[in-house]
């Protein structure tokens, strides 16, 4: 919610329509983190995740015009379906698709040295599952998004997403709970 | 630009804990277009109690799920937890938003909306203008099938 009603994500769009290329770099602040997050976690790379962002907004710049509704569920779903698109073209260039042909779980190389063990075995474990259930345990436990808030944005049902989320919470489970439990 | 992300994969109105049924169906069924399966197969997944869901979905205590079988599994999502907490605080990288800004086109976004759709705005000079180009080309022809018919 923006309290400031001259800076309302409606307000920025109609400056940037009139001209105000400027004024995009607001939107870009106020939503760039959570769609970093999510394109970082469905795709395991901080590189491919800065690219999906860059294009996803430019795309939303270059079609700003035809927002209807709230900007942040528009640009949210361009950057979702960015990660779905690269996910789908990495499947189709790699006929096996090894953990090899993964990327490497995110991080820096200094970033590296402080990893713990579990959070690059949970890394990998999220890039082993359907993306479907990816998508849906990262918007609920990364995301920390409701349910129904999910079920807005990707256009389905609550009881649907549950059990996606249910479904990847076993799955993950089941990969790490020898080491873990 | 209609981004449809409407993949709901024939699974609408299933509730969480009668899934297991539908794993079956699940295997069978064509993929979504979107849809991209990474190697690990669901049939490895293990039954999490439905106690387990509703506490990580926030709708039970943690002391109710705390005790018997399904205390392990709390220990397990507790340490999960701390990690993905982590990962919330992720931030975007300083210069990713300089880079968008200087991607950006340099000029103003524009609706662009196919010819049907546009607004077709008739002046009457164009009318009479039209209406008459009409009348010499239909004198035109039957004059022409007129002198072609003698």
Redesign the interface.
């Known amino acids: 919610m923006i309290a400031d009603p001259e800076n309302s994500d409606q307000m920025v769009i109609q400056r940037?329509?009139?001209?105000n290329?400027?004024a995009?770099?607001i939107l870009?602040?106020r939503y760039?983190?959570p769609?970093?997050?999510h394109a970082?976690?469905m795709t395991g790379s901080?590189d491919v995740a800065?690219d999906i962002?860059?294009l996803s907004?430019?795309?939303a710049?270059?079609?700003?015009?035809?927002v209807r509704g709230r900007f942040d569920a528009?640009v949210f779903?361009?950057v979702?379906?960015g990660c779905?698109?690269w996910?789908?073209n990495?499947?189709r260039s790699h006929l096996s698709?090894?953990?090899d042909d993964?990327p490497s779980a995110y991080a820096t190389p200094d970033e590296e040295l402080d990893r713990?063990e579990?959070?690059s075995d949970?890394d990998r474990a999220l890039?082993?599952?359907?993306?479907?259930l990816r998508e849906a345990f990262v918007m609920k436990?990364?995301?920390?998004r409701s349910?129904e808030e999910m079920a807005d944005?990707?256009?389905?049902?609550v009881?649907?997403l549950?059990?996606?989320?249910?479904?990847a919470?076993?799955?993950?489970?089941?990969?790490?709970?020898e080491k873990?439990? | 630009m209609v981004d449809d992300l409407r993949s709901d994969d024939g699974l609408s109105g299933f509730d969480g804990h009668h899934h297991r049924v539908s794993r079956r169906f699940e295997q069978e069924r064509p993929l979504a277009d979107r849809e991209v399966p990474l190697g690990h197969q669901e049939s490895e997944a293990r039954v999490l109690s439905p106690l387990v869901h509703a506490w990580l979905d926030g709708e039970l205590p943690e002391a109710s799920v705390r005790k018997g079988d399904t205390a392990r599994d709390v220990e397990f999502w507790k340490q999960i937890n701390v990690e993905v907490e982590t990962r919330r605080r992720m931030r975007t990288p300083v210069f990713v938003e300089t880079k968008i800004m200087n991607a950006l086109p340099q000029t103003a976004p524009v609706a662009i909306s196919p010819w049907w759709r546009r607004e077709f705005v008739i002046r009457p000079t164009y009318a009479l203008a039209v209406a008459a180009a009409l009348i010499v080309a239909a004198s035109a022809v039957t004059a022409t099938l007129i002198v072609t018919m003698r």
């Open positions: 940037v329509l009139s001209g290329r400027d995009f770099k870009i602040t760039s983190d769609l970093y997050r970082l976690c901080p800065e962002l860059q907004f430019i795309k710049y270059q079609h700003l015009a035809e528009w779903r361009i979702a379906n779905k698109d996910l789908k990495i499947r698709y090894d953990e993964q713990t579990l959070r949970l890039l082993t599952l359907p993306a479907s436990h990364v995301e920390g349910y944005l990707l256009g389905t049902t009881g649907a549950k059990m996606r989320v249910h479904r919470r076993e799955a993950l489970q089941a990969l790490l709970e873990y439990a």
